[in-house]
């Protein structure tokens, strides 16, 4: 069996897996598979699919789902991934050919994995500019958390998953009518629980679409409110900031009044900071109705 799944969710997006696919058949090691979650294309993805399988170049498999998101289609494949390690790599961007020699090299350089979820590596522009800064080379391991709010460090990485332990935590919540769930909920919830070895090496290279996640956040908001209720509850429980606390319930209270289901302000044990911020969450809902205009 391979040691590593690379899966990649995809919605209609044929016109750009080509890349991907190319960077994966110049991997330097082929310790890996493909798989591809199809979030209901409509564009010939499986037909894609099917003539790459037929090429035989790497190990593809192609699962294919009714649309419902970047995280439903997380969800679906890791309960397809059999393998020892995976990593979500997306539709519109690629591997450097080293990527997956690296990432096995440092899974397998001797560290005690008994506490360790995985490995947190780096993104990078076509031009080979880090996105956002390096990791202290000081650190060897911790939590993307950590990263972020002790270190400074900034910008999206790339996490490297051990799939036994991601069965270990509860799948992202799929509310009807509604998209997106934030993906960083999962590394969080992980993070109480396990660290990451840290690597300064580029395993992915980005490259953020007009009509990507990234770009129309705001619009996300507004269509994905339970979504995002579920994710500031969840930073919340975990939060040891008052600060911190204070500003997720002002997101939970725009997501209360998106929905008209004020049950949300009560979802968390810290409910009263979500009643104590619902002024400020009414200014900022007219705010963010004025920017998707």
């Known amino acids: 069996m391979k040691t590593l799944t690379i899966f990649t969710p995809s919605f209609n997006r044929a016109h750009l897996l080509p890349r991907l696919y190319k960077s994966l058949c110049r991997q330097t090691s082929k310790d890996f598979l493909w798989l591809v979650i199809d979030d209901g294309s409509s564009d010939g993805t499986e037909q894609l699919i099917q003539k790459w399988q037929a090429e035989n170049r790497i190990e593809i498999k192609y699962h294919y789902k009714e649309n419902g998101g970047m995280h439903t289609g997380h969800n679906a494949a890791y309960l397809l991934i059999e393998t020892e390690l995976n990593v979500c790599i997306d539709s519109d961007d690629f591997m450097p050919k080293d990527a ?57 990485k790339k996490v490297v998953l051990q799939t036994e332990i991601v069965r270990q935590y509860p799948p992202y919540p799929e509310f009807k009518n509604e998209k997106l769930v934030p993906l960083g909920i999962l590394y969080l919830m992980i993070g109480q629980d396990f660290k990451f070895i840290y690597s300064n090496e580029v395993y992915c290279i980005v490259e953020y679409q007009q009509d990507g996640s990234s770009s129309s956040i705001f619009k996300q908001y507004f269509q994905s409110p339970r979504g995002f209720a579920y994710a500031r509850t969840v930073q919340k429980k975990f939060s040891d900031s008052m600060l911190e606390d204070l500003k997720n319930s002002i997101h939970i209270g725009i997501s209360a009044l998106v929905t008209k289901d004020y049950s949300l302000l009560r979802l968390d044990p810290k409910k009263w900071y979500n009643y104590l911020m619902f002024p400020v969450a009414m200014g900022a809902h007219a705010l963010l109705k004025l920017k998707i205009k």
Do not use: C, F
Request: glycine letters at 14%; proline letters at 2%; charged letters at 30%.
């Open 100 to 156: 997956v020699e690296k990432i096995i090299s440092k899974w397998k350089s001797g560290q005690n994995k008994k506490h360790i979820a995985g490995i947190i590596g780096l993104d990078a522009d076509e031009n080979g500019k880090i996105i956002g800064t390096k990791i202290p080379l000081d650190l060897r391991e911790g939590t993307l958390t950590d990263l972020y709010k002790k270190q400074g460090v900034t910008g999206d």
